[in-house]
Every structure is written in structure tokens, then in C-alpha cells.
């Protein structure tokens, strides 16, 4: 990339100035859209692909002619599949930059047929003495105000994608693909093309046929494991089960549009992001729990992607959320994330899936209250009640392990709180509420306690249960309930 980096005068000196944004669109469908063949290599080469992809989209920019003959332009971020940055605003810039945009575009869509698109777009603004930037349609406002700008355009970008590439050939975007006796399917994506090309045999595999870019990305990821040293899902589950796991940074749109005074303070806070995402999570997963049992498939910009044992994965996940309050220490901000538990043969892109689904009911829990992790279908604050459902697992597991206790606790317990869940949509269908929960628990561990009276670890958990938790409030009991399967999944890898 040039290494022209000019830093902007932010009184206003340099005149006007344009503001432009890149956006990579379907990242998340293009990562999952594989099959479980090969699907770690396929992952992290693909991983790869997309930060190298934005890279060389950013260094063909600021290498248009009339930008270096200016000698000035500015990147103010660049990862996680978004880049921003300033140059001159100037007619020749402009008109260069539009042509060179839809180029990128065009050069994208015949690589990929629309499994990626970019948004570029761009807004002018000039500095102002007072620090404030000005817009054509905003005037002395804090800098918040061109990333709402940038979105609102991307998102009529979006909502018009693939536009330019139509103007520019109309036939070719309708064109119906003619099926040939030699169109093969590609073995990672399941598409039909003329141009799959064969894989290099591996393991005893035979007539395998890729897309030449998946080649690539195979490649790459093979190339990266021999660094990384990272396994295949059925290593990483071990017996068990696999986890997926994905987590998102909470907040972080209005963080940029409102709370920032100056673009120094913006590229200060974008650069501690970038690292945590990069250096910091790459150090947590070197720690021993991990680093043979986890594999960080993406991270960047504010989110994270990752697969490896389930149960690591949680641990993982709560030393990532605890690392991110230490390092950003921004109580406007938070992270919220998802874990999907399957079986290591489960179709990766099912199970991607069904981790954003979780992460995306985290980022609602509590009237978007979000700050929160979702396991088991279930989601909990990071703040107030993950903690707690840890502490009951590990009592469920020590006084099954060591004292002998029976697991059919974990099954009632799970069975009262599905009562009690049920209770909300009884309530939305004007039903009478079922409180049997109430009464069938407190029986239960009464008897448990008299079935337990000899052993004193196990009458005192059980009395607190009855007595304390959960006389609290219902959502003890399903907190208390998640405690439990989670115990029980970890009682079943233990056998």
C-alpha cells in the first residue's frame, strides 16, 4: 500500500475535503456458505480472503492517479470488512473515484456472482476552526455526523445492489448459465460452474471438483493451519460436541455517531478496538485451556467467529466478554454473543446459523437491553446472571462428582422451569397460569433432603434451593435450570 499517509489539518487549512467509505457486504453468508468437507481449512482461508480482499480494495484507492499526484490522503480505519479515510475533494478526485468504484464492483460481481458486494460511498465536508466538521447539509456538527451520512448511503446502496454492474451489462447479469456435460458442483459450495477445477487429493479423497477461487481459499487455510496449528472439527469436539460460537460488540454505531468530539479521539478508539480484536483475543486463546481446543475462525472490526470443544468455547467467551469491559473501559459499549452446541458432522453453515440466531437473541434480551450471552436457547445478562448459573453448574457437577448426589435433580429442575416458562404464553393467551412448579419443587427437594440428611454439602445446597433461590423470583428458577443442563452435558463428557 502507499505509504503516503497524510494527516489531514483539522483546522480547516486543507479546504474541502471528501470522507469515503468502504463496506463489504454478506460476509457472514459468504464464510458459512460451505459444506463440512474440509470445512476448517475452507473457514480460515476464507477468513483470510475477505481482510486481503478489503486491503487490496483500499490500496487500489488511494493508487487511483489523481489522488497520488494530490499527495495527501488519510486512512482513518481499516478491518473487519470496512474502511474509511479522507482525501481531497477535488472535480478530477471525484469523477476518478467513480470510475475506479465501479470497476471494483464490476471486478467483484465476476468473481463471485453476487455471494459479495461493496458499498463505496462518500460524502464532502471540510474541518472547521472550532473542531466541528461541515457538511452540504450540516453545518459545525461533531464528526458523528459523516458516518451517518456514509450510512444512509450505504444502505440505499444496499437496497440497490448490483446497479452499476446492470447498467454496465444487462445481459450478462440475466444471462441464463448453459449446464454442460462438463459443468461440475463445487464439493465446498455446492455451485454449478464450467470452471470448477480439481482438488489436490487429500486423505484418500477422489474427484473432488472446487471453484477455483475455494481452491484458493484451501490453500490458504492450509497454509495458515501449518502456522496456527489449528484442527478439524471432529478433533476440536473430541468425542462431544462441537461449539460455534459469535460475538458482537453492543452500541457501536451510536458510539461513532454521537460520541465522539474529534477525529484523533475516533482513530484513538478505532485503533484499541482493531488490537483487541487482533492481538488481545490471540492472546487469550494461547492461554492453555484454549489453544488446543479453540480455533478464532474471523475477528475483526467488533465481531468474533469461532469454533472448537463447547465447553472451552463458554469458558472462552466469558473471558472475552470480561477481557473487552477491562481493555475498551466504556460503559457505552458492551458485547453480546451466541453459542450454538451441535455435533462435529453437523453442516457448518446450519450451524453458523443457528450462533447468530443466539447472538442476535442476546443483542434483544431485556428490551435491547443486549450486554448479554445466549447457551442452551437461552439467554443471560453478562452483568447479573451468568456468574450466578456458573456457580450453580459448578456446584451441580462437585456435589454429583464428590458427594454422590443423584442426577435426576438436574432433570426436575429443568422440568419445573419449563412449567414456569410456560407460564408467559398462558399469560398471552388470557390462560390461566400453571403454578404446580411451585409446590412439585418444593416437595421434591424436601424429600431430597430427607433422602440426603447424612450428607451435610448436599442438605445445605438442597435447603438453599428450597428456602432461598428459588422463593426469590421465577427467573431463579430458570437460571438455576440452565445451571443444570449445562452440569449435565458436563457430567456426560466426564463419564
Known amino acids: 500500500m502507499n505509504s503516503n499517509n497524510y494527516t489531514f489539518d483539522r483546522k480547516g487549512h486543507d479546504g474541502n475535503l471528501l470522507f469515503v467509505g468502504g463496506d463489504l457486504s454478506g460476509i457472514q453468508k459468504f464464510l458459512y456458505n460451505i459444506s463440512s468437507r474440509k470445512a476448517a481449512v475452507s473457514l480460515k482461508g476464507r477468513s483470510f480472503y ?11 484507492i488511494i493508487s487511483i492517479p489523481e489522488i497520488v499526484k494530490s499527495g495527501k490522503y488519510e486512512v482513518v480505519y481499516s478491518s473487519g470488512g470496512k474502511f474509511y479515510l479522507i482525501i481531497p475533494d477535488t472535480q478530477e478526485i471525484v469523477s476518478a473515484l467513480t470510475a475506479e468504484t465501479k470497476q471494483i464492483k464490476r471486478d467483484l460481481w465476476n ?6 458486494s461493496i458499498n463505496i460511498a462518500w460524502t464532502s465536508f471540510c474541518f472547521n476552526e472550532d473542531g466541528t466538521v461541515s457538511t452540504n447539509s450540516a453545518k459545525h456538527e461533531k464528526i458523528g455526523v459523516l458516518w451517518k451520512e456514509l450510512t444512509g448511503a450505504f444502505t440505499l446502496q444496499k437496497n440497490q445492489k448490483f446497479k452499476d454492474v446492470i447498467l454496465q451489462d444487462y445481459a450478462d447479469f440475466f444471462e441464463v448459465k448453459q449446464v454442460s456435460a462438463n459443468t461440475k458442483i463445487c464439493a465446498i459450495t455446492g455451485i454449478e460452474s464450467n470452471e470448477c477445477v480439481p482438488l489436490e487429493n487429500e486423505d484418500g479423497e477422489n474427484g473432488l471438483f472446487v471453484l477455483p477461487s475455494v481452491r484458493e481459499q484451501i490453500e490458504q487455510g492450509k497454509a495458515l493451519r501449518n502456522i496456527e496449528h489449528f484442527k478439524t472439527f471432529k478433533e476440536y469436539a473430541d468425542n462431544s460436541f462441537l461449539g460455534i460460537l459469535r460475538m458482537d460488540v453492543d452500541g457501536l454505531g451510536k458510539r461513532f455517531i454521537n460520541g465522539f468530539d474529534s477525529m484523533d479521539e475516533y482513530k484513538t478508539f478505532s485503533t484499541r478496538l482493531d488490537k483487541f480484536f487482533d492481538a ?4 487469550i486463546r494461547r492461554k492453555s485451556l484454549y489453544v488446543d481446543n479453540i480455533n478464532i475462525v474471523y475477528a475483526g472490526g467488533d465481531d468474533l467467529f469461532a469454533v472448537g470443544h463447547w465447553e472451552s468455547l463458554i469458558e472462552f467467551a466469558e473471558e472475552v466478554r470480561n477481557a473487552f469491559v477491562d481493555y475498551i473501559n466504556d460503559s457505552s459499549i458492551s458485547i453480546s454473543g451466541g453459542i ?10 446450519k450451524a453458523a446459523e443457528m450462533a447468530g440466531e443466539a447472538e442476535d437473541a442476546a443483542k434483544h434480551f431485556r428490551n435491547d437491553e443486549k450486554n448479554a450471552f445466549n447457551m442452551f436457547g437461552e439467554s443471560l445478562s453478562w452483568k447479573d446472571e451468568f456468574a450466578y448459573v456458573k456457580k450453580f453448574k459448578m456446584e451441580f457437577v462437585d456435589l454429583i462428582n ?7 435433580i438436574l432433570h426436575k429442575l429443568m422440568l419445573y422451569a419449563t412449567i414456569e416458562k410456560k407460564n408467559k404464553q398462558r399469560e398471552e393467551e388470557n390462560k390461566n397460569k400453571d403454578y404446580s412448579y411451585i409446590w412439585h419443587s418444593t416437595y421434591y427437594l424436601t424429600r431430597y433432603i430427607s433422602r440426603y440428611n447424612k ?9 438453599n434451593l ?9 427467573r431463579n428458577l430458570e437460571l438455576i435450570a440452565i445451571a443444570a443442563r449445562w452440569a449435565e452435558l458436563e457430567l456426560r463428557d466426564n463419564k
Not at 488481545?280 to 492472546?283: G, Q, T
Not at 450454538?340 to 453453515?349: N, R, Y
Not at 464428590?402 to 435426576?408: H, L, N, Q, Y
Open 50 to 60: 475477505l481482510g486481503d480482499y478489503m486491503e487490496k480494495v483500499l490500496a487500489q
Open 340 to 349: 450454538a452446541i451441535v455435533k462435529p458432522k453437523f453442516p457448518i453453515a
Open 466 to 474: 428450597r428456602d432461598k433461590e428459588l422463593l426469590k423470583n421465577d
Open 280 to 283: 488481545e483475543l490471540k492472546a
Open 402 to 408: 464428590i458427594f454422590g448426589m443423584s442426577r435426576g
Open 455 to 463: 450428607s451435610k454439602e448436599i442438605k445445605n445446597f438442597c435447603m
Open 111 to 116: 468473481k463471485h456472482k453476487g455471494e459479495l
